[in-house]
């Protein structure tokens, strides 16, 4: 019998395959042996642990502000920087809506502006003018079920706190309410005043942010970093957010789109004079493809439209008569939603959680 172990650190690696050989050969291996391995790995886990947290814990910092709808009165909560030039990501409810922002870094307070504030994806962008050390962020959006992470945060009026777990699920809908994006659920404790926390993987990357606590604070919901990313770069190069719409509805409780053989996710609905109208789509293709991202369920199709950016072509490949057609579309700011609410691809509206 051969076992392979893969892991991204290989310390872990190399520890964790000495506990499963040793337990699978079951000769000349004493008890004592196999325990000596399995103190080394979790020496080896923590010694991780504790170093992904010196790395980071110098780039989170502590935000206060002032509740301008005047619900909480004084606001606290956490962001951390993602350049070295003062950029912060932390969560809407802390930096979205709130006025006279301060940011704790160091020994120093430094007056926070907000670049933007996203209800619709829960992350709030400031920044701050000092040269800073930054978190970098994961190019790959490798989290999966079971992916060991660490959050950093501010919980309430205590000092600079990490939590440590595993993804627990990658989720679409919460309560039966569709997300705008596929969310990181991880089984990370945050507590009052940790929305914004980085949550990071054992390379020290951020994979997401934490913009909500579930299940009494014994978990938490984290939106992947990567559609922080979108968010960011649409600011970089608009000046604003720039989601894309294209007028499409998909019924989320189609028996054929949640069929365990062949899943097809058909579209349910077209809106007139919208991008989707515009190009030639019809009610019944069999959606494929939108732009890079594959469509194989109805949460594929959340997830393509948030990436979709106002005026930028994007192909969209259908099935249509047992023929495949790909059709460009370009689309457009949604023209009856106020800007300053959720944005909204679909019929349903995005949970709002706060930690």
Known sequence: MSVRLVFK????????????????????????????????????????????????????????????????????????????????????????????????????????????????SGIAILKIEAQTPFIPVSKTGDVTVATPVMAIGYPSDLALTPSFGIVGGMDWNYMRHPLVVTHIRANVSVQPGEGGAPMLNLKGEAVGIVIASINYGSGCYALPIEAAEKVRMDYVRFGEIRPGWVGIHINFDDPAANSTDAPVVKVSDLLEDTPAAKCGLKKGDILLQIGDKKIAAPQDVLNASFFLTAGEEVPVTVMRDNKKLTFPIQPMLRPDVPRELPYLNFTTLPLKMQP
Do not use: M, W
């Open 9 to 120: 650190d290989d310390r872990l690696k190399t520890n964790l395959s000495k506990i499963l050989v040793a337990s699978l050969l079951g000769v000349g291996v004493s008890l004592g042996c196999v325990h000596a391995a399995d103190q080394a790995t979790g020496t080896s886990i923590d010694q991780t642990v504790q170093e992904v947290f010196k790395s980071a814990k110098d780039a989170v910092v502590k935000i206060e502000a002032v509740d301008e709808s005047g619900q909480f009165g004084h606001l606290c909560g956490t962001g951390f920087f993602v350049d070295p030039n003062g950029t912060i990501y932390t969560s809407y409810s802390v930096g979205g809506q709130s006025s006279d922002i301060v940011v704790s870094y160091g020994e120093k307070k430094y007056p926070a502006t907000r670049l933007i504030g996203d209800p619709r």
